[in-house]
Every structure is written in structure tokens, then in C-alpha cells.
């Protein structure tokens, strides 16, 4: 399965960040990307500066039968259309969506990472990951979602 992560700690013209979370997912299903499972909402903080707004993040599974560079592709196009801007790193954003696995494949180009290199440090990956997927595991790490649970300081918010 290919595992999805959305974020949004802005406002945007579509809403607050639920909002934009509930509209990047409407975008992707028109653009004919199945959705199999939602996650729950999880908020943290932003990362790495605490000041900026807190992040509301998802984690979705979907069905996808094309590349991952043309998954890539839907989802800059998303991005735009949700005005996400790539001004600097890690700076406030109205949608940030992100490939954190895609069908267990490793994949290392100018394009994609995959699976997500720091998804094991994030929280807002892995408990969202770990409530829809209770089973998954780490095609390079060969560790389950437990493991990266259990390793996760509950109380912060990493990378």
C-alpha cells in the first residue's frame, strides 16, 4: 500500500488547516487517486520553530497504479492549487503532503526518497501510521510501526 501525509498549519481562501486537509484529499480523488483509509486528526507542534502555528496532520492510504514520480507529480500539482508556497524550509504551509511509503519500495532518485527518510522520527507520522496500519513495517529498517512507536518521546515533536 502507499501511505500518504498531510499537513496544513495555515489558514488558506479554502478554510482553516482541517479544511485544507479535507480539501487536499478531495483533490486527490479527483485526480482518480483511490483513498482506502483516513486517519484521525493529530495536532503538533511546528517543528523547528515552536512560535509558528501548530500543525494538523493525517496520514492516508491510497491505491495508486502509476509511478511514484507521476504520485509526485498529483501532488505538487495539489500543493499549487492549495497555495502551498516554497519560500524556506520548514516555514508555515497551507498543505504539505508527503510519500511516506510507497508499496514497501525503495526508492532513492533526484525526484524521491522513499520510504520517507525521517518518517521513524516524526510523530505525526508514526501515530497516525500505526492507527491505520497496525502492521506496517519499514522496508529498509525491517522494524514495525510498534517499534518506532515505543521509541518516540511522546512529548515532542522531532524533524
Not at 495555515?10 to 478531495?26: E, H, P, Q, V, Y
Not at 507542534?45 to 494538523?56: A, H, L, Q, V
Not at 511509503?101 to 525526484?111: A, Q, R, S, V
Request: aromatic share 10%; proline share 6%.
Amino acid at each position: 500500500m502507499i501511505y500518504l501525509s498531510i499537513g496544513s498549519n495555515l489558514n488558506s481562501k479554502f478554510g482553516n488547516r482541517f479544511d485544507n486537509i479535507t480539501k487536499a484529499i478531495n483533490l486527490l480523488r479527483n485526480n482518480k487517486i483511490k483513498i482506502k483509509k483516513i486517519s484521525n486528526f493529530f495536532e503538533t507542534p511546528s517543528y523547528p520553530n515552536k512560535k509558528n502555528p501548530k500543525f494538523i496532520n493525517i496520514i492516508i492510504e491510497i491505491e495508486y497504479s502509476l509511478k511514484p514520480e507521476h504520485l509526485l507529480k498529483e501532488i505538487f500539482m495539489v500543493e499549487r492549487k492549495m497555495d502551498r508556497k516554497r519560500n524556506l524550509k520548514n516555514a508555515p504551509r497551507t498543505c504539505d503532503i508527503d510519500i511516506i511509503d510507497f508499496n514497501g519500495e525503495i526508492i532513492k532518485n533526484d525526484e524521491l526518497i522513499a520510504p520517507h527518510p525521517r518518517l521513524h522520527l516524526r510523530n505525526f507520522v508514526i501515530y497516525p501510521l500505526k492507527e491505520i496500519e497496525p502492521n506496517w513495517s519499514h522496508p529498509i529498517f525491517n522494524k514495525n510501526i510498534d517499534s518506532f512507536f515505543q521509541e518516540l518521546d511522546k512529548n515532542s515533536h522531532n524533524e
